[in-house]
């Protein structure tokens, strides 16, 4: 069993770039970070573990990411929101697993909210929705006069080059916000937070764990752990909560387990 790949049409002449490995549901879908893409050690990972236990898979890059079209600059939560719903409604069969990494973890909640039927279960891994408010209240005097005069503040990043900050981005984000009240979900719910995370506080975790309203959600803090959980244990982690949550999700199992 192996990957496939191609692009897909959103509806406007913007391609999303996905792969994707055939085999039974629930499907597993990854939904990366900010400024991120699919190429990811996570990803890469998961990939690796569908393959290996025959279950379906599918990654993709939102607009501006990756090997996606589309600017960078023109994308926001609502945007790429969209985006991973186009992906997984024109991919997948069936209920998914979705596994949101940071930004992904925000994009997942959403998806949730809307398309409740389309979700199996979701694993967050340093789930950082509403992060844009985080980014507001930090905002100094000369980035709020960028942001004011031209749109967009380019902030400085400890992964890379600087990344644009768009007004458009920051006034999307708090029409977006999922943590402003209960979180609706009856599925099965895991949190992986690292507690020397930079960029996330790790009460985040707990946050979202209180405002979801269903009672089968549960939150795993790594102490050492660090933003991306991508070193060799922590991918072990992800391993080991994906397959007990897809092994709790499988319709088939369901007999076995109420016996």
């Known amino acids: 069993m192996r990957e496939e790949s191609g692009r897909l049409d959103r509806g406007d002449g913007v391609e999303l770039a996905w792969r994707r490995v055939a085999g039974r ?41 990756g090997a996606s079209g589309g600017a960078f600059e023109a994308g926001s939560i609502g945007r790429w929101a969209a985006d991973a719903e186009t992906a997984i409604s024109a991919l997948t069969e069936g209920p998914q697993v979705l596994v949101g990494s940071s930004m992904g973890g925000w994009i997942s909640l959403l998806l949730m909210r809307r398309r409740p039927e389309m979700m199996a279960g979701f694993v967050g891994i340093a789930a950082a929705p509403d992060f844009t408010l985080r980014i507001e209240a930090a905002l100094a005097p000369a980035a709020r006069e960028a942001l004011e005069r031209e749109g967009v503040w380019h902030r400085p990043s400890a992964y890379g080059d600087p990344y644009p900050i768009t007004r458009e981005l920051l006034e999307d984000g708090r029409r977006n916000l999922v943590l402003d009240g209960p979180v609706a979900l ?51 982690l992800l391993r080991q909560v994906v397959e007990a949550l897809l092994f709790t999700s499988d319709p088939k199992r369901m007999p076995a387990l109420l016996a």
């Open 25 to 65: 549901g629930p499907g597993v879908v990854f939904l990366g970070g900010f400024r991120s893409d699919m190429t990811g050690t996570k990803a890469e990972d998961l990939a690796a573990f569908c393959v290996e236990t025959g279950r379906a898979f599918l990654r993709f890059d939102y607009s501006g990411h």
């Open 186 to 236: 009856a599925v099965p719910v895991r949190l992986l937070q690292g507690q020397q995370d930079p960029d996330v506080p790790w009460e985040t975790a707990l946050d979202i764990a209180e405002a979801v309203t269903g009672g089968d959600v549960q939150v795993v803090l790594v102490k050492d752990g660090d933003h991306r959980l991508s070193r060799p244990q922590d991918l072990q």
